[in-house]
Each structure stands twice: as C-alpha cells, then as structure tokens.
Antibody, heavy 120, light 108 residues
Framework: EVQLVESGGGLVQPGGSLRLSCAASGFTFSSYWMTWVRQAPGKGLEWAANIKQDGSETYYVDSVKGRFTISRDNAKNSLYLQMNSLRAEDTAVYYC?????????????WGQGTLVTVSA | SYVLTQPPSVSVAPGKTATITCGGNNIGSKSVHWYQQKPGQAPVLVIYYDTDRPSGIPERFSGSNSGNTATLTISRVEAGDEADYYCQVWDTTSDHSLFGGGTKLTVL
C-alpha cells in the first residue's frame, strides 16, 4: 500500500525557517517524480515544487523560488522541503504527492498534509 | 503565465449530471488531471490524462479535453460527490505545474 506521511509542520515566526519531511512507503520511491502542494486556509490548491527521480531537476512556483528548496533522499525514501524566510502568506497545509514515473504527470497519491503557520 | 479558470460553484440535483469546466488557452494540447477534495481530507485523483480513471473511481466520473476547455462530467450524481474539484496541468512553457481555482459541487 502506498503511503506518504508528512511531518515537520508547526508555528514559526515571520522570517523563520522550517523543514518539512515526507516519508514514503509501499512503492519504489526512486522511480517517481515527487511534488509539494500547499493549501492556505479556506483557499484552493497551489503547486509549490517538483523534483525529478534523481534530484537533477527541480521546479518551483515563483512565490517560493529562492526561499524554498525541495530535495530527496532515495536511500531513506524521503522527500523534504526546506522553507526559509517564511512569510504570513506561506501559512498553509503542505501536502506531498507522488507524480509520474516518466514525466511529472498527475498526482496519484497524497499524504494527509502538515500545517505550517507563520505568525508572530 | 498560463491560467486555468474554473467556475466557483456548480449545483446539481441527485441523479442528474454535473459538468465542471476548466478553461485555458489551447488547453486541448495539454494533459489535464482532475482531483476531488472533501472537507478536511487530502485531494484524490479522479481523472488523469484527460479521460482516464484510476482504479476505484466510479465509471460515473469521466473527462474530456478539446480546444480551450477541459470538462469533468459526473453522471448520476450522489450526495457523496459533494466536494471541491480541481483541474491541474503541467505547463511545459514555464515548467510549472498549476491548478485551477477549484469548483465547489453542491448536491441539492
């Protein structure tokens, strides 16, 4: 059974940092693109970042570029999102999701999300 | 930048057909994926690559994509279909993935 479990969310002050983790199981993690998607309270889904299977390609929504870094450790079946210089507008539930094995494609499995709150 | 436009809300009576659109410039040339999200839950993929259904998704869910509009159709709507629905594409021009604004489906 495919499982994605996020952790690392919490309350952080503006300008602070947080590192999210996503533990994957039930599939060959190193064979899939992985994605972070976020959802601000009461708002829609927003794609945040993608990473290729070997980490050689990463893509970011413009609003987080230069502040967030997506990475992965295939040996540990884990996905990460390092978030720096956090702003109030980064407050959201952050989901990790599995992409395709050839291209980014659709997101066929999602974790339950971890809440990040940026507030003084 | 590429934009996906969805109606904020769609209402339908039980047993009828719901149609949710996703508009974008020449979206027919892109692959469109659809997600269902119920309150407090993670999204669930219901249609991928325009028309394909993941295992476990009822045949009542179908998709199409042509020209400037992609469409998610839910036949014989049930109360349990009430949810937010999002379309999503990968824009190769910008190497960005993006979601539509979402459509709240209300079953009357």
């Amino acid at each position: 059974e495919v499982q994605l479990v996020e952790s690392g969310g919490g309350l952080v002050q503006p300008g602070g940092s947080l590192r999210l983790s996503c533990a994957a199981s039930g599939f060959t993690f190193s064979s899939y693109w992985m994605t972070w998607v976020r959802q601000a309270p009461g708002k829609g889904l927003e794609w945040a970042a993608n990473i290729k299977q070997d980490g050689s390609e990463t893509y970011y929504v413009d609003s987080v570029k230069g502040r967030f870094t997506i990475s992965r450790d295939n040996a540990k079946n884990s996905l990460y999102l390092q978030m720096n210089s956090l702003r109030a507008e980064d407050t959201a539930v952050y989901y990790c999701a599995r992409g395709g094995s050839i291209e980014v494609a659709s997101l066929d499995y999602w974790g339950q999300g971890t809440l990040v709150t940026v507030s003084a | 930048s590429y934009v996906l436009t969805q109606p904020p809300s769609v209402s339908v009576a039980p047993g009828k057909t719901a149609t949710i659109t996703c508009g974008g410039n020449n979206i027919g040339s892109k692959s469109v994926h659809w997600y269902q999200q119920k309150p407090g839950q993670a999204p669930v993929l219901v249609i991928y690559y325009d028309t394909d259904r993941p295992s476990g998704i009822p045949e009542r869910f179908s998709g199409s994509n042509s020209g400037n509009t992609a469409t998610l159709t839910i036949s014989r709507v049930e109360a349990g279909d009430e949810a937010d629905y999002y379309c999503q594409v990968w824009d190769t021009t910008s190497d960005h993935s993006l979601f539509g604004g979402g459509t709240k489906l209300t079953v009357l």
